[in-house]
């Protein structure tokens, strides 16, 4: 039985919720501007136009650019002047390529000893989706393999009022492998990918070919594996409206949250928790995979660590996954520098990432008015895609940035995690998120995917090649949805992907 905490024990646990009898309420609202956003982000019944605003996914912040490969690398259209300049310094460091120590470029020495990548936006192609290693391609840059181990009975995790967060790493390979090492040094080993075949018929009798993958690592250079390890792989996340995302106020998201399926309609979304280390407070995941990150800022850092090995104020780890098994990575020269500050990436390096990442735009929707498009909308919301792919949220008034303060957002995802069955099920807990859950993706952006990244892969690992095999991977809570899609005639089910391609 997984365990399972209710709106109200949340709210007594860690306060700052005002609960009303059907859940969570805003604190940042008077009362005629709660029922305002209660209006209008209720789901529509209207397929027959667009809704107002719909086709400005971002508020004020829309992007209004033509549709190319940077159409995810512009700034919110709201910002001010001098926070422009703030997003371009940020965008720098995110697009620096980090070198092994020493070296004579100081301010950009450090990386790794173990990494997988050079930096940000190696992962972050054009600042979209990663994917798997393309057919022949020799190396692997934008997707890794998670690893960890069962906590056991010395659980390490950081531990907060009976909370855990994080996960422990494998006693030798750490939190992820590390395909990638600096001169002198032996890469981890290198993830393997095998695919099988899974025919699906759907309901018209055309027959979809999924593939199946199976990881496993090879050449590994520090000893075995643990015998209990657990691999999860993942590709890089589209960085587009994050720093709205990080503003949906966290009884908006709550108030979505079912965790015992009262309603009985075999959804029970849940909030993943997480902990803060430097505030040692509990807050609500909303980034990764699994929503395992509270804040930006925290994302932005681990990743520094984890995946360039770049020491952070937030995660000081100028050795990056290193373990204490790893002797000859410990052994090698870091980026530090006294003058330069107490970190690789001391501030303000990390500030100016964390706002680039908070800032980039989402660009405007296209076609959101034909026939075609609404008619797929329809189509969207009556097989069930819109009960976890929630169309739209308003921003706290709250905010610290004008910018993202009280918008209309159309990200298309509740932020919760969903058990979506055996078939993408990893068996690798993270958090409170158990090996069948996943962070419900936003899907905004999503038809742009292959215009800014150059593919079309999906899903956490990127085994899907297009969005029709993306939905049949759908299971568990979203089975009937993804039958109802199955059964969809050939116009219709193309409709309803049209109305994804113009998101």
Not at 122 to 127: E, G, I, R, V, Y
Not at 152 to 168: I, L, S, Y
Not at 342 to 356: G, H
Not at 424 to 451: K, M, N, S, V
Request: charged share 20%; net charge negative; glycine share 10%.
């Amino acid at each position: 039985m997984k365990t399972r905490l209710t709106i109200a024990l949340v709210a007594v646990l860690f306060g700052g919720l005002t609960l009303a009898q059907d859940g969570a309420v805003r604190s940042d609202l008077t009362p005629d501007d709660l029922a305002r956003v209660q209006r209008v982000t209720a789901p529509t019944r209207d397929f027959s136009k667009a809704e107002n605003f719909e086709a400005k996914p971002a508020g004020k912040g829309t992007t209004r650019f033509a549709a190319n490969a940077d159409s995810f690398s512009h700034f919110l259209d709201n910002l001010s002047f001098e926070q422009e300049e703030q997003f371009k310094l940020g965008n720098a460091l995110f697009r620096k390529i980090w070198v092994s120590s020493p070296s004579s470029t100081q301010a950009s020495d450090g990386l790794g000893p173990l990494f997988n990548a050079r930096g940000c936006q190696s992962c972050h192609l054009k600042d979209g989706r990663g994917h798997p290693p393309f057919e022949g391609q020799a190396e692997n840059v934008s997707m890794f393999l998670r690893l960890s181990v069962p906590p056991g009975g010395d659980d390490r995790r950081v531990a907060v009022d009976g909370f855990f967060a994080d996960e422990v790493g494998d006693p030798t390979y750490g939190t992820q492998l590390q395909d990638f090492a600096v001169p002198g040094l032996k890469a981890e080993g290198r993830m393997v990918i095998d695919y099988s075949d899974l025919p699906v018929t759907l309901g018209d009798g055309t027959v979809v070919t999924l593939r199946a993958p199976h990881y496993t690592v090879t050449d590994l250079n520090y000893g075995p594996l643990a015998d209990d390890v657990m691999l999860s792989p993942r590709i890089a996340n589209p960085m587009i409206g994050l720093g709205l995302v990080e503003q949906v106020p966290v009884a908006d998201i709550l108030a979505h949250a079912d965790p015992e399926d009262a309603d009985g309609d075999g959804i029970s979304g849940r909030a993943n928790w997480t902990i803060d280390p430097a505030t040692q407070s509990v807050q609500l995941g909303r980034f990764g995979w699994k929503a395992g990150q509270a804040s930006i800022a925290r994302q932005s850092a681990s990743a520094f660590a984890g995946d360039i090995g770049i020491g952070s104020p937030l995660v000081n780890k100028p050795y990056g996954d290193c373990t204490a098994k790893q002797v000859e990575c410990l052994a090698m020269p870091t980026g530090e520098q006294a003058r330069l500050g107490p970190s690789e990436a001391p501030d303000p390096v990390m500030e100016l990432v964390t706002f680039y990442a908070q800032t980039l735009g989402v660009p405007e929707r296209r076609d959101v008015d034909t026939p075609a498009v609404l008619a797929g909308k329809q189509a969207f919301y009556a097989t069930g895609c819109a009960n976890c792919h929630t169309p739209k949220f308003v921003t706290s008034r709250d905010a610290e940035n004008p910018a993202l303060r009280f918008q209309l957002i159309w990200p298309y995802s509740d932020f919760l995690l969903h058990d979506m069955g055996e078939g993408l099920a990893d068996h690798r807990p993270e958090g409170l998120a158990d090996g069948y859950e996943w962070r419900t993706p936003p899907l905004w952006g999503i038809g742009l995917t292959e215009t800014v990244s150059g593919h079309s892969f999906y899903l956490h690992d990127g085994r899907a090649r297009n969005l029709t095999e993306a939905i049949l991977w759908h299971g568990g809570e979203a089975q009937a949805a993804r039958d109802a899609f199955a059964a969809l005639s050939p116009d219709v089910r193309n409709d309803l992907l049209g109305f994804l391609g113009s998101l």
